[in-house]
């Protein structure tokens, strides 16, 4: 049973425009919320998170939006740059103390110059 | 100065070998993981070791054996490697709070082991 699902295996964007990066969850007890960025041979980074007491974070180009109702959240990416083209991991915990995070399949984004 | 190291980066081994795969970070973190992205690329959790405690071991079959000699290193042991035991695993480890998760977890780069 796939509690994190990131639907859309991939997606291109022209540089400088919005990049919309969407994540559905199935678990209500999850309550914090990251995503992550995995270049080729690389190991994902830390990119942004956000916990449920918030519907917002920003950092820089990057918004996370969370819609607890929807069980739903996306990550904006403004402007768009070349080297963003990376894959991006949303992830889920619940703050009971498991440690566990739960990763959807990712979004390959292609920001095209 | 790399944060989480794996070593190796590949490996090709057959069917019924036993390996070893090493994992060291030097962030001072208490906690360390060990995760698993198969061809379907689900990034999934295996093990996690707290201070060379064990606090979550997932559904693995028993030929996966972790070893923590120290709270820098999380190795990953697997006996009689099978087909379906080729994908990348990945190591990190974060920090340690009271309140539980919600610390951030950095990844090394990656072992991607291949079973003939």
């Known amino acids: 049973d796939q509690q994190v699902k990131q639907n859309s295996p991939s997606l291109s964007v022209q540089e400088g425009r919005i990049s919309i990066l969407n994540c559905d969850y199935t678990?209500?007890?999850?309550?914090?919320f990251l995503w992550y960025k995995k270049y080729p041979a690389e190991g994902p980074t830390f990119l942004i998170s956000?916990?449920?007491?918030?519907d917002k974070n920003e950092d820089g180009r990057f918004t996370v939006f969370l819609n607890k109702s929807a069980k739903h959240l996306s990550l904006h990416i403004v402007p768009s740059q070349p080297g963003d083209s990376a894959v991006y991991f949303c992830a889920a915990s619940d703050l009971s103390g498991t440690y566990k995070y739960i990763f959807g399949t990712g979004t390959r984004l292609k920001v095209l110059a | 100065d790399t944060a989480v190291s794996q070593t190796p980066k590949y490996l090709v081994t057959q069917m019924g070998n036993d390996k070893s795969i090493k994992c060291e970070q030097n962030?001072?973190?208490?906690?360390m993981y060990w995760y698993k992205q198969d061809s379907k690329k689900f990034l999934k959790i295996m093990f996690s070791?707290?201070?060379?405690?064990?606090?979550i071991n997932e559904t693995v079959p028993n030929r996966f054996s972790p070893k923590s000699p120290d709270k820098a290193h999380l190795n990953l042991h697997i006996n009689s490697l099978e087909l379906g035991d080729s994908a990348v695993y990945f190591c990190?480890?974060?920090?340690?709070?009271?309140?539980?998760?919600?610390?951030?977890?950095?990844f090394g780069p990656g072992t991607r082991l291949l079973v003939l």
């Open positions: 990190a480890s974060s920090r340690f709070t009271s309140g539980g998760a919600g610390e951030t977890q950095y």
């Open positions: 070791y707290n201070n060379k405690e064990l606090i």
């Open positions: 678990n209500s007890m999850f309550d914090y």
């Open positions: 962030l001072g973190h208490d906690t």
């Open positions: 956000i916990s449920s007491i918030k």
